[in-house]
Each structure stands twice: as C-alpha cells, then as structure tokens.
C-alpha cells in the first residue's frame, strides 16, 4: 500500500490534477466562513455590476476625518474620469465625420485614434470642433450632442471646491455642512457600509463570487452522486456478465447495447424533461445522471472479468466450493479495483459536465433553491451577459468547470500510469 502511494504522488499528472482540485475544495470550505450568508440574496438593484470595491456614498458624506494628500497625477485620473466612455465615442464621431467633410483640409483614420489616450482626444477635439458646421444627414439631437460635449469639456480642467448642503423639511430651508476640496480624502474603514465584489454581480444583483463558490460545490456533489451510482450499476452489471456469461451475459448485454444506441444525452434531456420543475432537485438530477451513465464502466468491467474469470486462483476457489460473492469479493474484485477507481473518477468528470449541459438546455436543477455552475451559465446565457460585456458572469464559470474536469482527468491519467502494466513499462 505504502509502494503504491508512493508511486501515485511520484507521477507529475496526479500531483497537478491533486493541488488543483484540492485548492478548489479547500476554497469552496473556507470562503462562506469569511462571507456567509444566502448566495442567492438579491444585493444589487443593478444588473451585472462590475466587479470592484463599493462604499456607501451616503454614508461617505458623514466622515469627518479627512486626511489631506498631494498625489500624483491626481488631476489627470480625474480628467480621465470626467471624460466617460460615450464621450469619447462622440469625439470620434465628430472627428472622422469633419475628416470626410468635403470643407476640410484634416484628414485621419479611424485605427489612427486612440480612445484611450485622453490628451490626444481633447486635442483633437480643441483644434478642430467647430459647432457651426452641419453634417450632411446630421440630426438635431447629434449637434445638441456635440454642444454639450463640448461646454463638458471646456470646464474639465475645471476642479473647484465642492458644498455639500442638507435640506430641512420641517423647516423648509437648507444649510451648508460640509465643503471638500480636491486634496481632502477618507479612509475606507472609516465608511459604514463597504463591499468587495471580486466578480461582481449578475443579472440578479447576486454576489457572483459567493453565487460560484457554492454552485462549484453543488456541483461536485452532483458529480459524485452520479459518480457513485454509475460506479456501482457499471460494476455490479460488469461482474455479473463477465463472471457469469451465458444467459446473464446475453440479457445484461443486450441492454447495455440498448443504451448505447441511444445517446446517453437524448436519453438524459427526455428524462429530465419528463420531471416537473418543482421536483428536479441536484440530488434528482445527480440520479437521472447516474442512470444513464454506466453503459461504458459496465463493458469495461466485464472486460476485465472475463480475462480474469478462467485464471488459476479464480479456478481454485471455484473448485473449493466458495459461493459467488467471495469469489468476486475476494478474487476478482481487488485485481480491477484500481480500473474501477479511475472509472469514478471519470463518472465524477461526466457528471458535473453532464449537469452543465442539462443546465444549459434549461434541463437542470430548480433555480429558486440552490446554484450550480450550470445553472449561472444558463442565467448568463438567457440574459445576454456577453452581449453586455459581463464577463464576469460567465468567464469565472466557464474556468471553474474547465479547472475541474482537466484536475480530475489528469489525476485518472497519472493513475493509469502507475497500474496500467503497459503504460508503467
């Protein structure tokens, strides 16, 4: 035993396939002890908030420790700021219409300007934005556009103190109570309300990172469920038909042949499909994968037995008269018990990838009670997270169940290295 534990961690695929899915085991355990609460809690009225850090701005006006600092190139973040995405995109609007202009000696192209590169933008726009030139085909909505956008820019270097007033209704009057200057700032720990959102919220407002470490282990269970019970009908259909042969074998086959015809993902859609909603729990789904699922590890097993059933020890204690389950137990079981490891092992692999794809179809588990990684692919897919540009709704997930199958593939592949005699040699 110690031999082949040895042996086990000396092969560099188990060692990756193990830290990786160890790491993701440990994390999914530690995390809800520094962020516990429901992951399906709705904390966003937005949909698919960026991640990042957010404070609370109402309760930031009620600091009053400021702390002053000169940083630099304090002013030109702000005017980064102050010039948003949209304006940017109406600069060069206005710039590439007055370069196709036919009054205009100016002349660039598109790939020639960098939205990113603020100095150039309002350069560009200093030197050549004129508001009474008309476009031919211009709307008057686009020209008011450009009007404001440029009264915008005029007073971006603008950075003037700012007061902060408080309305009274009982008295119908408002008071001065706070001024802030371009170099006063506070501390975070000094705000009430602070939140971290390392992957941001989806489209429900729900925290995505709390939301994926619990659908990762709602996901493993369903694996191993489904894992466990194709192992086990693989198994016992396996040995039955190899040892037994003849009419057990033909009856076993027969309906292992069966499912194979059948795309074990037709049959898995129908027999989901044919479960009501309320009733398809991740302990159902996990079932219906399993059952579908151990057509392979059954002829594979009965493989293994039927090149082990005439072998001499096998011969011998058919002689002495033991019954069938020690037989099995005793001699055949232990010699296809590490194929029959590495066959879990993958059943773990296709289930999780099956849920997914159950999940996907809208297939999958109830929505209104637990999250599975296929379940948030489904949320993201069904209300245009790439259309968005919410990458964080779907690449984390994506990753997540990429990570899982290719640690759990790599820890078969380095099992098979150590007790395959053809691959060892």
């Keep these: ?222 694996g191993l469920i489904a894992g466990l019970i194709a192992t086990f009908l693989g198994l016992i259909m396996g040995l039955l038909a190899g040892y037994l042969s003849g009419v057990v074998d033909d009856i076993i086959m027969f309906f292992t042949n069966l499912f194979t015809v059948i795309p074990g993902i037709v049959l898995l859609i129908l027999i989901s499909y044919s479960i009501d909603q309320a009733q398809r729990g991740p302990t159902t789904v996990a079932i219906v994968i399993g059952m579908t699922s151990w057509v392979w590890t059954a002829r594979s097993v009965r493989a293994q037995v039927l090149s082990l059933r005439n072998r001499d020890h096998v011969n011998l204690s058919r002689l002495s008269g033991h019954s069938l389950p020690r037989i099995v137990i005793k001699d055949i079981l232990p010699y296809i018990a590490s194929y029959v490891v590495m066959a879990f092992i993958l059943q773990v692999s296709t289930g999780i990838l099956a849920e997914a794809g159950l999940s996907m179809l809208g297939l999958g588990p109830r929505t209104t009670e637990t999250a599975t990684l296929g379940l948030m692919m489904n949320w993201a897919m069904r209300y245009s997270a790439h259309l968005s540009g919410a990458w964080w709704a779907y690449y984390p997930v994506i990753l997540v169940i990429a990570a899982v199958s290719f640690s759990l593939n790599l820890i078969n592949t380095g099992l098979d290295q150590v007790f395959n005699p053809q691959l060892r040699d």
């Design 1 to 222: 035993m110690k031999n082949s534990l040895r042996q086990i961690f000396r092969s560099v695929n188990f060692v990756i396939g193990f830290i990786i899915i160890a790491s993701i085991l440990l994390f999914i355990m530690i995390y809800p002890i520094f962020n516990p609460g429901n992951p399906l809690q709705m904390i966003g009225y937005n949909s698919f908030i960026p991640p990042g850090t957010y404070f609370s701005l109402y309760d930031s006006l009620d600091v009053t420790r400021t702390y002053q600092l000169r940083l630099d190139n304090a002013d030109r973040a702000r005017i980064y700021a102050k010039l948003r995405p949209v304006d940017r995109e109406t600069i060069k609007d206005w710039i590439l219409q007055y370069s196709e202009y036919e009054g205009s000696d100016f002349h660039i192209n598109e790939e020639d300007i960098d939205l990113e590169y603020t100095e150039g933008l309002l350069q560009l726009w200093w030197e050549n934005y004129d508001p009474e030139i008309r476009f031919p085909n211009s709307t008057i909505a686009e020209r008011r556009a450009f009007a404001r956008l440029d009264v915008r820019i005029d007073g971006i270097f603008d950075f003037y103190d700012k007061e902060v007033w408080m309305y009274f209704p009982e008295l119908g009057e408002s008071e001065l109570v706070n001024t802030v200057s371009v170099m006063d700032y506070v501390r975070v720990d000094d705000i009430a309300n602070v939140r971290v959102l390392p992957l941001g919220t989806d489209n429900f407002g729900r925290d995505m990172l709390k939301q994926l470490v619990s659908a990762t282990g709602t996901s493993l269970i369903i």
